[in-house]
């Protein structure tokens, strides 16, 4: 029984069951029964013990998906057309599996040799699939490893009868799918333009009845926030036990250094003793060198077979006997050394480096080619075959040959062939590699050298004898060398080792050109004279059992292979009766230091010991490109200890400590000894990191090896071969262990009893989170063992990390089946999350599926591991799923601040004089000194001017409009405003009867019968509102905002256009509003040529003038109340600070509905009699270059626009400034040009957009910006004269805490600030804290308060909140300068002194806007700007226009415009997340990817974030994307 592979101690059989199995073995051994009857009822016999003799890992993977069931996931929501994602050729032949070490990866299709999530019964139905040659052959092994590390049950149709019953078990396991579908149907909401301004908060969109609102005004209904109360409820699970936290000061963030654990296991064993490996026993007969060897068969036993080579149908396609590789070899090393020339000198000498470039097909022509170069002296360096101009990996290639200096490529005239051209036939030179000569070394391209030559090569000595390429972690390739000494010694040590004999045959399914393959099947069956049988790489795919078949065909003694390739034989085993493994006495499992080699080598034998293979044939070994060959384990015959394996605690594992399978029995992993030293080698075990100390008998670090059979140095690179090659292990005193250095493999393990080697992992997979080691392949063996049929293609997956915040994160990408279904690939993601964070105790950051066949592959068709993780963290990945955990991994946040308890007013002010710091205020000229004429103080209100306008100075031109091409499309003189005042006014008392003081709503484009429109109510003592028409393209969101702002400010009429008329009326906005409850609507196109009896004049001048309604970024509609003494004392700072005159042109292009726009358009004009040249906005859209004509055009000295109109420019003409010059724009006239917002400067922009047109004559200097807000529409304006604006540095991380911290320009965390324009006349600015109300020091950040007499007076809102009111425009200091009456901005700002002087000779305080408080996040106990982090996720990857931020319930919500193709859109979410990590400590909740022009932006270009919100909750943007991270 035990032989037949039932585990001896894994499950104690009851004695009656042992009987009847023994009963059977007897009927089979004397043929009563046949095999299948045999497997059928032993089958039977144990299937009630199969479950317990399933593999740990399984188990594992079960038991911890089991305990998971309930917890849900939001699930991400994708828009359809991104589902339809086609792979790259869909389906493929069963090869692509993952690849091995040897394939320049770290992962293998062996992977697929994992442990399985299915108990050994549930294997069957799969089994079959497999067989039928399904494309879907490359799963998880059907086998497994064990608790007592005994191999598993056969899982052949022994295990048949189990099945229903196992399946249903199996099926129990599966948790059940979280219910994350709640509505996942796609609303198909298509934007026509971006919004300009969508519709305002709280009014029901659509016009629909009302909606169930939360305290937000945000709908109850939504689907969106039912996904976020999930993802809210996951993430409220507490994860881990928060770690020991210490006091932070404010301002340094300090990362939480993650603590130790001091219940942590710790190493408890002595030092471990360096263990020597057996005598090499240097045998007489053994020849001096190889070539020496070579020579001695290829004379001597000229007929005997060296190589064959088979074809992809397992034919014998050529035997290279010795004879023939020796005069081959001569002929060739004659032809490099003579034949060759450059300019009549020979073009190599010896020791020069020569590539050479094989197919994995031809190993003959590779064979002779290595020999060749040999024989000549010079050093092979065997590569792939390039396939592609930008093979993964390729430009490293192209480094190693560039850093070898490498100028020939020996190749074959087939594999020259298929190489890629460039135009001219030659072969095309590929990216990153040197020019290269390609020589075909085919027979017929080779001269025969004289009787009497001799090729000169010396013995075995210190030159190198070939290079051996490696791909290290980070994707670089380097060369390692091998020299003559170590080549020979190498030989002779596996030889001994393996105990090799003339004329054995070997077949060979590895790679021949590196690694076990060259060293095998290469180099020491040349000196054994050994007949070697070499199956290519397309054989194996097309039929997994010919080496099998092959072994038995050519009665092989010895075979050497990888986990994967028994792995798919055994795959493709049923059916096969007729191999037999009794020829082997070797079988050379190359990767046996992997830690799936041990699962494969037991199933192995389970199924192949009744076809005659012996158990202790098995010999897996270790080796690196730096050592070779580490260890092996030898047939007992050969001396060989009994094997042994091993069950470790991966908890201990990830501490460096070794523990025996631990108390929880589910986190263990399964080792099996790589055998013992080689023959004459010294081999330690010594810390991974910081000085090479000996670790502890039971301590993981890396093996070193020190013996003359190790590769020398990394080729041309001194300074990493001298820490590899050159390691000095001390003891723990500091006392170096030997004279002799020691080599570093690469490999972490330990050795074991009986002196055997064990090797847990690779230094290449090794990542370090937090202060625990992990192992990607354990990662990849566990993700493996979640369902891997149903989901994973072909067993695929990548395991990485990346580092983000000081700290590894582990990345897993996997190839998701064709036919997977969206659901299919949650679940499974949801499963390998919670089986990981269960086996190994660590988060996954990052998992990501793409689609079949897309991941860059290796050589041999496996994953290049390197070449993926750089695509993931450029973007270029383009995954179909991702999920995020970022809450779950990012343990080393600094603490979330604590506020402290304010210092109290008196004490910041008394403080402040102590450090010599001025309190922070500020004032603009006085205007008092300033006003001179008698004509201002008699013409106190705006239809005063007009009327003494119209009657001195009728002709003057005051106003001039254009359209988009450029033409005069109105002009108005004074006295025509005033007789259209008139009739407007006359209109509004007779045909509306509207009386003295009621609101009148202005819905009129941007035009002069606005402007007249406004002075036609002022003219009838009526209070103008004026509001932007409705969109006629997009009626449904900008129709309800018009309404809206004529219901709130209580308008008794509309005055409009016969066009806007026609649309307030018509059947499109019915759908959108109520068109009953229009109050009067006047249509002033055609009103009666009337003059007014009289003029209205105000009795006092607080009377009220006009209302000025906006909508605030934060989505609040709110309307401020300007008196007539308001009014005109904002025209009269204007005038005074942009030294206005009659004889002035200025140009305007901004929207004239509000604010400061509104005030340039339509008051300063009349006020100060400058000419005013209007440029709509809209008609840039029409024509960009307008703008820029019309100011050139008309000379204006002084321009206004908005950071919509600049970016327009920017994006639109900055590469067409050649083609302006030639059209005449010249910009050198403007002395000014300012930016009209309510915002922190936007630096990048204005800087931008000088540079740019800086060839059109734009003075460096004339962009500047302005200041204003609700309260106060203008605050700073930099005017004509005055100091330039001045730019200072801030660190990022101290805003955060609301403190100013200047630093210098260029250092890390800083962010620059510019003034927003010189302080106006007569305003007065201090920074007041926003907590106690007291005034602050110069640089320090508070609310900008603000004096003057142009201030509005007041809110007018429907409810008169007076509480509001009096806490905005009539707040007072609570200390200090408790009488003057201050208006608050609601923006962060700060007033620093300058060394600069102002007009008035005295130093400049320079105002700086962070931004407005209203819009800030407060995350994490900090406050945030919204822009700051909107301006590291743009930078983040190219394909982000635009993005805007925003939080819901504690979560950021980062919404960005994806400027490209729709399946790049994943690409953006790790991106995204790693950015806003980084540079500002959050985690990002929810990443919503949209079409450009979703996030709506209002005219003055400000982001309406708010409403970007609502439209997100409501589920109206249609994302291409949401992604949950949880």
């Not at 090799?500 to 393959?517: I, M």
């Not at 005055?1055 to 609507?1081: C, F, G, M, N, Y």
């Amino acid at each position: 029984m035990a032989e037949r592979g039932c585990p001896p101690e894994a499950v104690p059989l009851p004695a009656e069951v042992r009987e009847s199995l023994a009963e059977l073995e007897l009927e089979l051994s004397e043929g009563d029964i046949t095999q299948k009857g045999y497997e059928k009822k032993r089958a039977k016999l144990l299937a009630r013990y199969v479950p317990l003799i399933q593999d740990v890992h399984s188990e594992a993977v079960q038991a911890a998906l089991a305990k998971y069931k309930e917890r849900k996931m939001p699930m991400p929501s994708k828009r359809r057309s991104v589902l339809t994602h086609t792979s790259m050729e869909a389906y493929t032949p069963p090869d692509t599996s993952s690849a091995s070490e040897d394939e320049g990866s770290l992962r293998r299709p062996g992977r697929l040799a994992s442990a399985p999530l299915q108990s050994d019964p549930s294997v069957e139905p799969w089994l079959d699939q497999v067989t039928q040659g399904s494309s879907t052959s490359s799963s998880a092994s059907s086998t497994s490893s064990h608790p007592g590390g005994q191999p598993a049950a056969a899982p052949s149709a022994a295990a048949a009868p189990a099945g229903p019953a196992a399946l249903a078990r199996v099926a129990d396991l599966q948790s059940a799918p979280p219910d994350v579908t709640t509505g996942l149907a796609q609303h198909q909401h298509a934007y026509c333009e971006r919004p300009q301004l969508a519709s305002v908060r709280g009014v029901p969109r659509g016009g629909s009845g009302s909606v169930l609102e939360t305290a937000g005004g945000v709908p109850v209904s939504s689907r969106v926030s039912s996904k976020i109360q999930q993802l809210l409820n996951t993430l409220k699970k507490p994860k881990r036990p928060p770690l020991k936290e210490f006091f932070v000061d404010d301002f340094e963030e300090l990362l939480e250094v993650q603590q130790p654990d001091p219940s942590q296991p710790k190493p408890e064993g002595g030092q471990m003793a360096v263990l020597k490996g057996e005598l090499l026993a240097v045998g007489s007969t053994w020849p001096p060198s190889l070539l020496a060897a070579l020579q001695q068969w290829g004379t001597t036993q000229p007929k005997a077979p060296c190589l064959t080579a088979l074809d992809t149908t397992g034919k014998a396609v050529y035997t290279l006997t010795y004879g023939k590789l020796w005069s081959r070899s001569l002929k060739l090393a004659y032809t490099l050394l003579n034949k060759l020339t450059n300019k009549n000198e020979p073009l190599l000498k010896p020791g020069d480096r020569v590539a050479l470039v094989f197919p994995n097909s031809d190993p003959v022509m590779f064979t002779v080619a290595f020999y060749g170069c040999l024989l000549a002296e010079l050093v092979p360096v065997p590569i792939e075959v390039p396939l592609t101009r930008k093979d993964a990996g390729s430009q490293q290639v192209g480094f190693l040959l560039g850093s070898c200096g490498v100028a020939l490529a020996l190749t074959t005239d087939a594999c020259q062939k298929g190489l890629p051209k460039a135009q001219t036939g030659e072969v095309a030179a590929f990216k990153g590699w040197p020019p290269l000569t390609w020589l075909v070394i085919d027979g017929k391209h080779l001269t025969k050298p004289p009787k009497d030559w001799h090729p000169s090569a010396q013995d075995a000595g210190a030159g190198t004898a070939y290079i051996e390429y490696k791909t290290s972690k980070e994707g670089s390739t380097v060369g390692v060398a091998v020299s003559h000494a170590s080549l020979l010694a190498q030989c002779q040590a596996l030889t001994q080792a393996c105990g090799y004999s003339e004329a054995e045959t070997l077949t060979n399914v590895l790679d021949f050109k590196r690694d076990a393959g060259l060293w095998h099947g290469v180099l020491t069956s040349v000196m054994n004279r050994m007949h070697v049988v070499s199956i290519p790489y397309a054989l194996m795919k097309a039929n997994p059992l010919s080496w099998i078949q092959k072994v038995c065909a050519y009665k092989a003694r010895a075979a050497l292979v990888k986990s994967r390739d028994m792995h798919w034989s055994l795959l493709a085993q049923r059916g096969q009766r007729d191999v037999s493994l009794s020829s082997l006495r070797l079988l050379i499992v190359a990767d046996g230091a992997n830690p799936w080699s041990i699962s494969s080598c037991d199933a192995f034998l389970n199924v192949f010991q009744a076809r005659g293979l012996r158990p202790e044939v098995i010999c897996p070994c270790a080796s690196s490109p730096e050592a070779l060959t580490v260890a092996i384990r030898r047939p007992p015959d050969l001396g060989g200890p009994p094997p042994r394996r091993a069950v470790l605690s991966m908890s201990g594992l990830s501490h460096g400590v070794i523990r025996l399978d631990a108390e929880e029995k589910l986190s263990v992993l399964a080792v099996q000894d790589v055998g013992q030293a080689m023959p004459g080698a010294n081999v330690c075990v010594v810390k991974v990191e910081g000085i090479p100390y000996l670790c502890k008998t039971d301590e993981v670090g890396e093996i070193c090896v020190n013996s003359s059979t190790t590769a020398t140095a990394y080729y041309g690179l001194l300074g990493i071969t001298k820490n590899i090659f050159e390691t000095v292990p001390v003891t723990a005193g500091g006392a170096p262990i030997s004279d002799r250095p020691f080599t570093r493999t690469g490999l972490l393990g330990f050795i074991g009893p009986d002196n055997l080697v064990f090797v847990v992992g690779k230094l290449d997979g090794l990542m370090v989170v937090g202060v625990r080691r992990h192992n990607a392949d354990d990662i990849v063996a566990t993700a493996l063992a979640v369902e891997p049929m149903k989901f994973v293609y072909r067993g695929r997956i990548a395991v990485f990390s990346v580092t983000v915040l000081h700290d590894d994160r582990i990345v897993l990408v996997a190839e998701q089946r064709p036919d997977a279904s969206e659901e299919d690939s949650f679940q499974w993601m949801s499963r390998v999350l919670q089986a990981i964070d269960s086996i190994h105790q660590v988060g996954v950051y990052c998992l990501a599926l793409v689609p079949a066949n897309t991941l860059p592959k290796a050589p041999l068709g496996g994953i290049h591991v390197s070449e993926t993780k750089q695509r993931f963290l450029e973007g270029m990945l383009h995954p179909c799923n991702v999920l995020m955990c970022p809450h779950t991994c990012v343990t080393n946040l600094p603490k979330p601040r604590q506020k402290q308890p304010e210092v109290g007013p008196a004490s910041m002010i008394v403080g402040n004089l102590v450090a010599g710091k001025r309190i922070a205020q500020a004032s603009g000229r006085e205007l008092s000194h300033l006003e001179d004429s008698d004509q201002a103080r008699k013409l106190l209100f705006l239809p005063d001017v007009l009327q003494w306008r119209a009657r001195s100075t009728p002709e003057h031109l005051l106003f001039l409009l254009l359209n988009a091409k450029g033409t005069v499309t109105s002009t108005t003189t004074c006295i025509q405003l005033h007789k259209k005042a008139e009739r407007v006014a006359a209109a509004l008392m007779e045909k509306a009867r509207l009386t003295t003081g009621a609101h009148v709503a202005l819905v009129y484009p941007p035009g002069v019968d606005l402007i007249a429109a406004f002075y036609g109510c002022l003219y009838c003592g009526c209070v103008p509102v004026t509001v932007r028409p409705p969109h006629p393209q997009n009626l449904t969101t900008t129709l309800p905002t018009v309404k809206m702002i004529v219901e709130v400010s209580k308008s008794a009429c509309v005055l409009t256009t016969q066009a806007i008329t026609r649309l307030l009326k018509s059947k499109e906005a019915l759908a959108a509003v109520d068109v009953r409850t229009w109050p009067t609507i006047l249509d002033t196109d055609d009103i009666p040529k009337k003059k007014v009896a009289s003029i209205f004049r105000p009795p006092s001048p607080d009377v009220l003038a006009y209302l000025d309604f906006s909508v605030s970024t934060t989505g609040i509609l709110a309307g401020v109340k300007m008196s007539h003494a308001a009014t005109s004392a904002l025209c009269r700072s204007i005038k005074l600070q942009c030294e206005l005159y009659p004889s002035r042109q200025i140009a305007i292009c901004l929207d004239p509905y509000c604010g400061l726009g509104f005030a340039l358009w339509c008051l300063c004009s009349v006020y100060s009699g400058h000419q005013s040249v209007l440029v709509p906005p809209p008609e840039l859209e029409t024509n960009v270059s307008l703008w820029l004509w019309a100011v050139s055009q008309y000379k204006a000295r002084v321009a206004f626009c908005s950071y919509s109109v600049m970016d327009m420019c920017a994006r639109g003409l900055g590469a067409q400034t050649a083609v302006l010059r030639m059209k005449g724009v010249n910009l050198s006239c403007v002395r000014t040009c300012m930016v009209v917002a309510e915002e922190r400067p936007r630096i990048a922009l204005t800087q931008s957009f000088s540079k740019l047109f800086r060839d059109l004559g734009l003075p460096a200097r004339a962009v500047s910006t302005t200041f204003g807000c609700r309260v106060n529409v203008a605050i700073c304006l930099q005017g004509t004269a005055g100091p330039d604006p001045t730019t200072v540095y801030v660190d990022t991380r101290a805003l955060r805490h609301d403190r100013v911290r200047l630093v210098e320009r260029g250092s890390p965390h800083s962010l620059p600030l510019t003034e927003s324009g010189k302080i106006l006349p007569g305003v007065k600015v201090i920074i007041a804290h926003t907590e106690t109300r007291g005034p602050l020091g110069d640089s320090h950040l508070g609310e900008v308060w603000v004096s003057s007499p142009h201030s509005a007076t007041g809110y007018y809102t429907v409810y008169g909140e007076e509480g509001l009111h009096a806490d905005h425009f009539s707040a007072r200091l609570s200390f200090g300068d408790t009488q003057t009456v201050w208006a608050r901005t609601g923006f962060l700002g700060f007033l620093r002194r300058t060394e600069l002087t102002d007009a008035s000779g005295e130093r400049h305080d320079a105002l700086y806007v962070v931004g407005s408080l209203d819009e800030t996040l407060e995350l994490r106990g900090m406050r945030y700007h919204p822009v700051d982090i909107e301006t590291s996720v743009i930078r983040a990857h190219r394909s982000i226009a635009e993005c805007a931020v925003f939080t819901w319930t504690n979560l950021l919500v980062v919404v960005v415009e994806l400027d490209g193709l729709e399946q790049d859109a994943l690409d953006l979410v790790a991106l995204v997340t790693n950015a806003v990590l980084e540079e500002h400590l959050l985690v990002v909740g929810v990443v919503v990817i949209v079409d450009p022009g979703v996030i709506p932006i209002n005219s003055r270009g400000e982001k309406q974030r708010m409403h970007l919100r609502d439209g997100f909750l409501a589920d109206q943007l249609d994302p291409i994307y949401v992604a949950y991270n949880m």
